[in-house]
């Protein structure tokens, strides 16, 4: 499992991937099989804390396509990418469930839970400009949500490889944030479409920190 994950993450062949393992495991003075446990350890927490900060991006880019269709820009498109990003969010949250231990990140993924349900009942209503505050504001609290269970996968890892995978998911999620905020602007009426243009430019410096962090790192 190991050496799949090295070829796959390095796009190098079955004996490199060993290779790999075996210099791995002579610096550390731990046998092979000791490394390769704890590459496949860390590959699983990486995966726990990517899936969980998919959730946030998706409830961003839900209330963006949503804001296409109420602005019938590419609608029909928007609306076959609504279909299919509720899709995505159905999987990665049956993911979870099934990945997560109950008795640690039950209460977290039960928020998620909770928080999804109104969003993804809105979203079968016919689009509306006058719903979109309700359902962006429902997509926050799902948002809300899914940052805890991430940031708490992240803890329980305690490595700094799971900071770094989760700010860059959270720089997904901030692209979409920014393009929903701009569609906000322009299909609000003022004082509250103020308000996202506000939004949208303390998103893009907040991308901009998060974007020199991750240079750093």
Not at 109 to 118: C, H, K, N, Q
Request: charged fraction near 25%.
């Amino acid at each position: 499992r190991a050496k799949g994950i090295l070829m796959f993450a390095r796009r190098i062949p079955e004996d490199d991937a060993f290779r790999l393992l075996r210099e791995a495991a002579m610096h550390s003075k731990q046998r092979v099989g000791q490394v390769a446990q704890q590459l496949v350890d860390a590959a699983q927490q990486a995966a726990r804390v990517n899936r969980a900060g998919q959730l946030r991006m998706l409830s961003q880019r839900l209330v963006k396509l949503y804001a296409l269709r109420v602005a019938n820009c590419d609608a029909e498109q928007a609306t076959a990418l609504q279909g299919l990003t509720v899709e995505l969010m159905t999987q990665r949250l049956e993911q979870l469930t099934r990945l997560l231990s109950r008795p640690t990140f039950g209460d977290l993924l039960d928020g998620v839970l909770e928080a999804w349900a109104p969003l993804r009942s809105a979203l079968d209503a016919p689009p509306r400009a006058t719903a979109l505050l309700k359902l962006d504001a429902q997509a926050e609290a799902l948002l809300t949500a899914a940052e805890a269970l991430t940031t708490a996968l992240e803890h329980a890892g305690a490595t700094p490889t799971l900071y770094v995978i989760n700010l860059a998911g959270r720089q997904r999620m901030l692209s979409q944030r920014l393009a929903k905020e701009a569609l906000l602007a322009g299909l609000l009426p003022e004082p509250t479409a103020e308000l996202a243009r506000h939004a949208a430019r303390r998103t893009a410096i907040e991308a901009e920190q998060a974007l020199q962090v991750l240079q750093s790192a």
